[in-house]
């Protein structure tokens, strides 16, 4: 008998799952026009690598990846590219992101697809293949995956913890992929096991669905590996990477660490699913399977492209007269879409269809009691009245003391509070303070850098030239004298020497050289471009300047994610 | 659309509800109180409730605060009620009034209202009541007096004078002066044989309060509204001390069950000290604060000048609160090899 550890804290939130269990996963119509956006995923935005006007087929790359932490984005299905333009995301901002539009043909013509044995690769080529085929963490956190599958050089894995645990309420989309499709994932997690060489491979399902542990059990038998799928008691956050690596390893990670300085990584077995599709089957990450639920007539899982608007997928759950928002992701964790044009991205695991009668409107905020129900609830074992308190008084020093980046934002806090108290926002304000206080810090430090390396390359070229002028005179002084010597002639029908004028134009040929210089420094590509080339550079440096805030920010999310995981 | 924030599911808990659950679990108290005495309880308690909601929405006013929100939270309530417990019964009814009025309006509402004091506003209420009016505050009625509930509530409004009979000692107050006057002739034993006053663990018939306290904390703890850490820490510090002093000196010193029993023991360790609001709320920080409370009020009332220790050592160790918490955060998710 396997025995699993405990995490302390956790809720037992009411699971609303079963209605969207009770039909198989359905494919989603090909909707008229697909808005991709180009940055799916944590790290770097993908460079557009398709223009307006252009045609697409369904798997061709459009968006290539950005550095080694990002991933590629593909068309989802055939079609024309009609705009490379900011569109409403997927996202709690509501801010608009660069994203590939596509007006579908309906032909749903696929790329010239390209199995692999991987076998046959260096494990470096495998890793390069699944960022090229745009696998990320599928369970929500999209972090790219090849990134995540390197052993650490003085480590050795032990564990590979794959998470079907799915802690979430409403959501059944890992549920409904293990019923169906536990083969492929098995497979996929078998990529990952041979890149990774773990002791041992442990799948992790929560026990509210039975259905799930037995296809996977049985999809491991017939594939013929030894991973052990285990049952894992339901409580939520079991799902949260750290946390399942907890109950079923023992092992904490704390947020200075990665998984794999422990001998431990995680993936979810969605993430499984489309490592084996990509290298098996050559199909890139074009769809995924979300579940509709909610306040709807029709609850299911569907196997939507990526890039569908919300608005496409209405008419799939029928959603009820009284429903007043949509919720992308769990009640735990997610958040509201900021409209109906937003796209499913490969972070959409779940959209809930919401009335104030499924998520009451919050009750008015009450005083902190001091109650520690949240330092009971809080799976990292924080104080998060204490958090609550510094958060409040803008005391971000403190909060960095007590552990704020610890923190998961997994709710159980705000959940329990009697005081309905929303403490996770508290939380985020703090963590994006902080943030934006190191970025300007940064910022400063780079200008005061930038500023004293100007100083004293001003001072090292103005004493440089100086030197030079002093040479130059003192040659010029020297020449006439030297030159009788030389030709024989008599030194009486030299003109005179006169020290202004050769002063003058030694500063004369120093402008010249000068201009020349800063002639030769100007790039060379923006001399002969045509008048389109001009404006296109005119329209980036545009797009460019508001695009600094995010890039910024996107990394301080990469440091997260990373420490995050899944 | 509007926006809102997750978690969008949140459990059906709110200060209310649990302010609520603490007036409940008071109820069998307050059955044994009328069971003993009458009806004249009730009048106290009334008092207490109405003194409580006035001057609660007299501050909320001033400070501009949604009055129908925090007067509904029941806090006030809960405050008055542990006070009119608190206090001795049929205690002038001003007194009742300057008590619950200066744990609201001073101990409560100048530090910040609900969730900001640094005190608890019911022992304050008491410390201020016992240290300016010590003989009013000292007096218990007998258990076995002969007056009707018209002489009670007459007693109470200063209608007619105080009957002996009313003007008692509590079994912990007879103890304490019966061994010293008896300097050290006298044995607990004896003294505590006589269960016209002390019953059979703790003084007749305030013993079975002290159970129904114990019994509505129970359920607290059944309930979650309350942990374990606080109680059974308060507990055991009473029950260290005076158990080391039992055993070395029965004759001189009461046992362990006596002092668990008398006074305010149980109303302590399952009203006083979970208190959240000024109480430690770490862990080791409650088990600090718990058993250092038991310990101080057993010193107090076995050997200082006040019949019980309780509010007393309350005070203290709500002033260490930040100190103890302070040192006791606990070590967080995979940070507990480190220090």
Request: some cysteine; glycine content about 8%.
């Amino acid at each position: 008998m396997f025995s699993l550890f405990k995490f302390k804290g956790g809720i037992k939130p009411p699971t609303y799952k079963a209605d969207s269990v009770r039909f198989p996963i359905a494919a989603a119509p090909v909707p008229a026009q697909l808005i991709v956006p180009l940055h799916q995923s944590i790290g770097g935005q993908p460079h557009p690598l398709v223009q307006a006007g252009d045609r697409v087929r369904k798997g061709q790359r459009i968006g290539a990846p950005d550095k080694w932490i990002s991933s590629a984005v593909h068309a989802p299905t055939s079609g024309t590219v009609i705009a490379i333009e900011e569109r409403l995301a997927a996202h709690p901002s509501g801010l608009p992101t660069l994203s590939v539009v596509i007006e579908a043909d309906g032909r749903d013509e696929w790329i010239k697809r390209q199995p692999v044995d991987y076998g046959r690769l260096e494990p470096e080529q495998v890793r390069e293949l699944l960022r090229d085929a745009g696998v990320v963490g599928l369970g929500g956190a999209v972090f790219p995956s090849h990134a995540k599958l390197t052993a650490a050089s003085d480590v050795p894995m032990e564990e590979l913890v794959i998470n079907g645990a799915e802690c979430e309420p409403f959501m059944s989309c890992d549920d409904l992929l293990m019923r169906e499709r536990g083969e492929d994932i098995v497979r996929g997690i078998g990529i990952f096991r041979d890149l990774l060489q773990p002791k041992r491979v442990l799948i992790g399902i929560e026990d509210n669905k039975p259905e799930a542990i037995a296809a996977m059990q049985a999809a491991v038998k017939a594939v013929g590996e030894n991973f052990e799928v285990i049952a894992v008691p339901t409580l939520y956050p079991a799902g949260g990477a750290k946390q399942l690596i907890r109950v079923l390893t023992g092992k904490e990670i704390p947020a200075s660490k990665r998984s794999p300085d422990l001998g431990v990584q995680c993936f979810n077995v969605a993430t499984a699913y489309t490592a084996w599709r990509a290298i098996a089957f050559g199909e890139p990450v074009i769809s995924r399977i979300v579940t509709l639920t909610g306040n709807v007539a029709q609850p299911r899982n569907w196997e939507v492209l990526l890039g569908t608007p919300l608005r496409d997928l209405v008419p799939l759950m029928q959603p009820k007269a009284d429903t007043n928002r949509y919720v992308m992701g769990g009640p735990m964790m997610g958040f509201d879409m900021p409209g109906l044009d937003a796209p499913i991205v490969k972070a959409t695991n779940c959209i809930i269809a919401s009335s104030p009668a499924i998520f009451p409107p919050p009750a008015p905020e009450m005083p902190c009691i001091r109650c520690g129900a949240c330092a009971e609830a809080c799976p990292h074992e924080l104080q998060p009245l204490e958090l609550y308190w510094f958060a409040r008084a803008h005391n971000f020093g403190k909060t960095q003391e007590y552990n704020l980046f610890d923190c998961i934002e997994c709710g159980c806090c705000s959940y329990v509070c009697p005081s309905r108290i929303p403490l996770v926002q508290y939380f985020r304000f703090a963590k994006s303070e902080i943030w934006a206080r190191e970025r300007e810090k940064e910022n400063a430090d780079a200008a005061r850098e930038r500023f004293e390396l100007r100083n004293e390359r001003e001072e090292r070229e103005k004493a440089e030239k100086a030197e030079r002028l002093a040479k130059a005179a003192a040659a010029r002084v020297a020449a006439p004298t030297q030159q009788p010597a030389d030709t024989g002639q008599p030194a009486t029908e030299q003109p005179a020497f006169d020290p202004d004028a050769a002063k003058k134009a030694a500063i004369a040929a120093a402008m010249e050289r000068a201009r020349k210089q800063r002639e030769q420094v100007k790039p060379k590509n923006t001399d002969e471009l045509t008048v389109a080339q001009r404006k296109e550079i005119a329209e980036i440096e545009a797009r460019r300047v508001p695009l600094q805030e995010p890039q910024n920010a996107s990394n301080a999310e990469i440091q997260r994610a990373q420490r995050e995981e899944e | 659309m509007n926006f809102t924030s997750p978690p969008y599911l949140t459990q059906n808990v709110s200060v209310r509800r649990i302010m609520l659950q603490v007036l409940a679990a008071l109820l069998p108290a307050i059955g044994v109180y009328l069971w003993l005495l009458g009806p004249i309880v009730l009048v106290q308690l009334a008092i207490a409730t109405a003194t409580a909601l006035a001057a609660e929405a007299v501050m909320l006013k001033l400070v501009d605060k949604p009055l129908g929100l925090f007067l509904g939270d029941g806090s006030a309530i809960v405050t008055a009620w542990l006070i009119a417990l608190a206090f001795p019964p049929m205690a002038p009814w001003w007194l009742i009034v300057v008590g619950v009025a200066f744990a609201i309006v001073v101990a409560k509402h100048l530090y910040g209202g609900l969730g900001q004091n640094p005190f608890n506003p019911a022992m304050i209420a008491f410390a201020v009541c016992i240290v300016s009016f010590p003989a009013l505050m000292s007096r218990w009625p007998s258990l076995n007096m002969d007056a009707s509930f018209a002489d009670h509530v007459a007693v109470m409004f200063g209608q007619l004078p105080r009957l002996d009979a009313m003007n008692g000692a509590t079994p912990l107050d007879t103890l304490k002066t019966a061994l010293k006057l008896g300097e050290g002739q006298v044995s607990v034993g004896a003294i505590l044989a006589d269960t016209r006053i002390f019953g059979r663990m703790g003084g007749h018939g305030w013993e079975w309060v002290a159970a129904a306290y114990l019994a509505g904390g129970l359920w607290l703890w059944q309930r979650k509204v309350i942990g374990w850490h606080l109680p059974l820490s308060f507990l055991g510090g009473m029950v260290a001390l005076s158990g080391a002093l039992w055993l070395w000196n029965p004759a001189q010193f009461a046992s362990p069950l006596f002092h668990l029993f008398s006074g305010g023991t149980m109303l302590g360790a399952f009203f006083i000290v979970t208190d959240p609001v000024s109480g430690s709320t770490t862990p080791k920080g409650k088990l600090i604060f718990g058993f250092a409370a038991g310990l101080i009020a057993y010193l107090i009332r076995v050997f200082g000048g006040y019949p019980d220790g309780v509010a007393f050592s309350v005070l203290l160790l709500n002033l260490c609160v930040p100190l103890i918490d302070l040192y006791t955060q606990p070590p967080i998710f995979g940070m507990k090899g480190e220090k």
